[in-house]
């Protein structure tokens, strides 16, 4: 034997951790996604832990596996046994769950092991606590970072309801002043102890003293609600990605940290147990370092927010979208002091006598507007518009009609709000504008099977009508009939607009059951009247 013969030892394993190659667009995805999830920030906090926890579970096995070292014969079937039956924190699976399951039947395999073996398996040990340490850390600043921003979100969203409630108050109060000072018999204090005392003057200072209040309250309550929509808006364009970002930086860290220590004692062990080279890595993919290289941190990610997707969170959920402004609704009582002259709810015969029209004026507006630009509007009248827009609208015609100009009124910019606020008016007639003193003659003559007759017949009832219905209801059958000549454009028909006016136009006979009985009736004197409306109103040159 050659005595002079030197021996070199392989130099010490130092591998750098694997570090993977930038996917900018798949990141954004899963960030986006975890922002349209409920709960995304908690998920993915949930999500962190999971590594940890897997962490947690290879610092655990590192460690016994370094304790049984010199009983590794008897003790690591037992051993891997016992940690596939507790692995817990990924599904089997998922990447890392596969991984493992096959990585601790590989160690089923093993026979032997050395104490240098058991010093190196220290040493990842330790570098995996550390590393579960500053994870530990690093997600619990990202915690609070994002429990202060969810807080702020919290505050201000309090912050409005006092407002709102504020508001309200206020805007009560001035409604009460409104009444109080024109002494409206249902809200003058009842006489006796707290009868007051208070003159014109007074109450006239009063109201107006309210209605300052509840003006400043109103600014405030708006400026509130711009205020927590922006902070919204901030949350899930900003600051909710941001906090999402940083917290998957947190767990991608931890996860290609833990399959580099993974991979660095797949390689130890390789050394330690050159004999049995070929069980820690061979060619069906089944060994240590295969199994470890098999490891997609980003896979798993997006398995686990596809299972998180449709879960219900204890953790309270912050309300998407904008906060709405909901606006104070003063009484009918209140509305008629303020607005003397109203054009909604009132007889058709009283408007015709207050103002001199024998066409009431909103009705005139509406139509014409219609007929300047929505004759070929598709589905007119039958689809709906902005109940808040036609609340408005209606407002507005109730305080001042003349002055209303649906040309630049923005809220008559749709179309259908326009249509919506003419087929309320005529629902809020308080006599019908087929009258209900007439609705036993019009459902006789509807009943008519021979059509000539029918037409003679419900012409002869509405040449009975009072001026002020039949005026109206002359403009708008001709109104309709050029609607219904635009039906190839609008997809309008007679029969279409007969449903849509004729339980809003009709009246009853008091009986709730037969009127429902007569819908059909209704939809025939309608369509009846349009289709033949040259035969039935007088024509004038």
Known sequence: MNTDETHTEAPAYQPEPATPEPHYHQDQHIISSLVDLDNG???????????????????????????????????????????????????RSSTFGSAWVSFLKVHEMIGDQHQKFSTDIGEVADDLQLLLKDTEKARKQAKDAGGKQEKLLIDSEAALEKYKQKYDLLSEEWERAVLQKTNDPYHVPKKGLFKTNKSQYQLNRHEEEAHNKATQADKQYRAQIQLVNQARHDYFSAHLPDLLQNLKTIGDECCVALQYQMARYAYIYERALVADGEVLDNDTGVGLRSLAEKVDKDQDLMEF?????????QVRVI????????????????HQILNPNPVFGVELNTLMKRDKEEVP???????????????????????????????KLKAEFNKNCKNVNLDTNDNAADINNVTGLLKLWFRELPSPLFPN???????????????????????????????????????????????????????????????????????????????????????????????????????EN
Request: glycine share 6%; hydrophobic share 35%.
């Open 361 to 391: 004026t909103v009705v005139q507006k509406c139509i014409q507007t219609v007929e300047k630009r929505g004759l070929q509007s598709q589905g007119i009248y039958r689809e709906s518009g902005s109940t808040t827009c036609i609340q």
């Open 41 to 91: 920030f908690q998920f993915l906090l949930d999500k962190v832990k999971l590594d940890m926890q897997a962490t947690k579970d290879v610092v655990a096995f590192l460690k016994k596996r370094a304790i049984m070292e010199e009983e590794y014969a008897r003790q690591m079937g037992k051993l891997a046994q016992s940690m596939s039956d507790t692995f817990k924190s990924y599904p």
């Open 437 to 539: 003193a007439a609705y036993d003659h019009f459902i006789a003559a509807a009943k008519i099977d021979d059509e000539r007759m029918r037409i003679l017949g419900l012409h002869t009832v509405i040449n009975d009508l009072p001026d002020a219905h039949y005026a109206t209801l002359k403009y708008l059958m001709c109104h309709l009939y050029k609607v219904r000549e635009q039906e190839q454009q609008n997809k309008m028909s007679s029969n279409n607009l007969a449903t849509i006016f004729g339980m809003t136009l009709i009246g009853d006979s008091g009986d709730a059951g037969s009127r429902l009985a007569d819908t059909h009736l209704h939809v025939r004197v309608v369509q009846t009247v349009l289709d033949h409306y040259p035969l039935i109103f007088e024509q």
């Open 305 to 313: 927010v596809k299972s998180c997707n449709g879960q219900r969170s």
């Open 319 to 334: 309300q998407r979208g904008d906060v709405p402004y909901k606006e104070y609704v003063m009484s009918t009582a209140a």
